[in-house]
């Protein structure tokens, strides 16, 4: 990885873990009706499935596993975008299992049905979207050759 990969994944934990500081017990109308930053405490996972110690210990693996994924392939792989993305994601969201217990979600669009969110989901969703494309891209291209 280059150096604009870590300081992208850096900036990313940085917004992530500010934005959870200043939502703390504030719930803040951005788009009335529509977009509000609303704070919750999210103890599980993904829409609050799981109990956190699990949720804890799959953050890890995942975490550790991307990484050494990273080390071995490294000279293999062309866009490290989708990776920094879920690693800078996951590690902003471990911090708060770790230090809080629970993770801090707060953006809550309310035209959908949909849980609270952090900037930290947002980067592992876009991680996962990317790393998708460029799979999907590269199956194509193979199956054109």
């Not at 690693?87 to 911090?95: A, K, R």
């Not at 809550?108 to 996962?128: C, E, K, R, T």
């Amino acid at each position: 990885m280059k150096l604009k990969h870590y300081i992208i994944g850096i900036v990313i934990v940085i917004i992530d873990q500010l934005s959870k500081f200043l939502v703390i017990d504030k719930n803040i109308s951005i788009i009335p009706n529509f977009i509000e930053f609303n704070y919750t405490q999210n103890t599980g996972g993904a829409f609050g499935i799981g109990r956190i110690n699990f949720i804890l210990i799959i953050s890890i693996i995942i975490i550790i596993g991307i990484i050494v994924f990273l080390i071995k392939e490294n000279t293999k792989i062309t866009n490290y975008i989708p990776f920094v993305l879920l690693l800078s994601g996951s590690i902003g969201n471990l911090i708060d299992r770790i230090f809080k217990g629970y993770v801090i979600d707060f953006i809550d669009i309310n035209i959908l049905d949909f849980p609270n969110f952090n900037i930290a989901d947002i980067s592992i969703v876009s991680g996962v979207i990317v790393l998708l494309y460029i799979i999907l891209l590269k199956s194509t291209n193979d199956n054109e050759n």
